[in-house]
């Protein structure tokens, strides 16, 4: 069974760092596109970042420049550094494993494995 976890929330203060691993088992994660999505109370699930299986990678506009994708040395991970964290970057932070087509990388239901999520908080 495919399960992914993600590890690596927690509280920090506006401006600090944090890292969130994604590791996957049952499948090898160098052949899926990997994202991070997340979700603040009351809102839907939005795209975050995500790496392709080429290695590319593509970020929503509000992490661009802050945040950064990339898979791990350690087989079958995938990190999510977040630097600068602001306030509004407060959410359940879910990475998602899947091989969507470029126009559709942002979209949620193109990706077929979840992890359970992890909770970043970040206070003013």
């Known amino acids: 069974q495919v399960q992914l976890v993600e590890t690596g929330g927690g509280l920090v203060q506006a401006g600090s760092s944090l890292r969130l691993t994604c590791t996957a088992s049952e499948i090898t994660l160098s052949t899926y596109g990997v994202a991070w999505f997340r979700q603040a109370p009351g809102k839907e699930r939005e795209f975050v970042a995500t790496i392709r299986q080429t290695g590319t990678t593509h970020y929503a506009d509000s992490v661009k420049g802050r945040f950064t994708v990339s898979r791990g040395n350690v087989r079958n991970t995938v990190y999510l550094q977040m630097d600068t964290l602001k306030p509004e970057d407060t959410a359940v932070y879910f990475c998602?494993?899947?091989?969507?087509?470029?126009?559709?990388?942002?979209?949620?239901?193109?990706?077929?494995?979840w992890g359970q999520g992890t909770q970043v908080t970040v206070s003013s």
């Open positions: 998602a494993a899947g091989r969507p087509i470029l126009s559709a990388i942002r979209a949620p239901n193109m990706y077929g494995n």
